[in-house]
């Protein structure tokens, strides 16, 4: 069980996390969740909040069922957090954002649901690995958290279409990591745009699975 110490530490890096977020651009307004496993259930922020200005002491506590134990009500997105964390018992942390190049990816048509990013850099297929679309639902619909659940099966992280990124990671620091590397990515494939482009071959991304079997 997560003690008191432990969850009080969580709280503080929710709110330093989210700041830093915010400040970068990635959570404009009150966009965006972050979500920590403690004990039996998540810390998780609150409904209309606005990652930039989190309190640690607010922060919604719900159950493995979604129910709220303490703080605030929870974002209408807590689903999708819980959605997460059911198809992977591994992940300790979940990072939804509304960034800017990663939602622009989202609207794109023809780009492959299966995979929606190229592989462009080692790091993010370290980080990342393949990004499978999740069609378009209203926020905090069930059937936006049942579709999660679905393609997270295997994949560290899913693009929401028309939407956002969601990440999943052992800590919050490594989700944090992964969905700055997604956003990163997605940067730099508009920027290739029109460009002659040379994307890691099928046998340098198996070699990074390979090297970095954990990723």
């Known amino acids: 069980m997560t003690t008191l110490v432990s969850e009080h530490a969580v709280r503080q890096q929710?709110?330093?996390?989210?700041?830093?977020?915010?400040?970068?651009?990635?959570?404009?307004?009150?966009?965006?969740?972050?979500?920590?496993?403690?004990g039996d259930g998540y810390l998780v922020t609150p409904t209309n909040s606005c990652l930039g200005r989190l309190d640690p002491t607010t922060l919604s506590k719900l159950d493995m069922h979604g129910q709220l134990v303490s703080g605030d009500p929870p974002s209408k997105e807590a689903v999708l957090h819980l959605s997460v964390y059911r198809a992977r018992p591994s992940a300790g942390a979940v990072v939804h954002l509304h960034s800017p190049s990663a939602v622009a990816l989202s609207c794109l048509a023809e780009r492959d649901p299966?995979?929606?990013?190229?592989?462009?850099?080692p790091y993010y297929i370290m980080r990342v690995g393949t990004l499978p679309l999740v069609p378009y639902?209203?926020?905090?619909?069930?059937?936006?958290?049942?579709?999660?659940e679905s393609a997270m099966d295997g994949h560290r992280a899913v693009l929401l279409a028309n939407?956002?990124?969601?990440?999943?990671?052992?800590?919050?620091?490594?989700?944090?990591?992964?969905?700055?590397?997604?956003?990163?990515?997605?940067?730099?494939?508009?920027?290739?745009?029109?460009?002659?482009?040379?994307?890691?071959?099928?046998?340098?991304?198996?070699?990074?699975h390979r090297l970095f079997p954990s990723a």
Do not use: C, M
């Open 163 to 208: 939407h956002g990124s969601v990440v999943s990671a052992p800590s919050l620091d490594e989700a944090v990591y992964a969905a700055e590397e997604l956003e990163e990515t997605a940067k730099l494939f508009f920027v290739l745009r029109g460009y002659a482009t040379r994307y890691l071959t099928a046998a340098q991304v198996a070699e990074l």
């Open 114 to 121: 299966a995979d929606v990013l190229p592989p462009i850099t």
């Open 14 to 38: 929710l709110a330093q996390v989210g700041a830093v977020l915010y400040g970068r651009g990635l959570a404009p307004g009150s966009s965006g969740n972050l979500s920590v496993r403690v």
């Open 137 to 148: 639902y209203p926020p905090g619909d069930r059937g936006l958290a049942q579709a999660v």
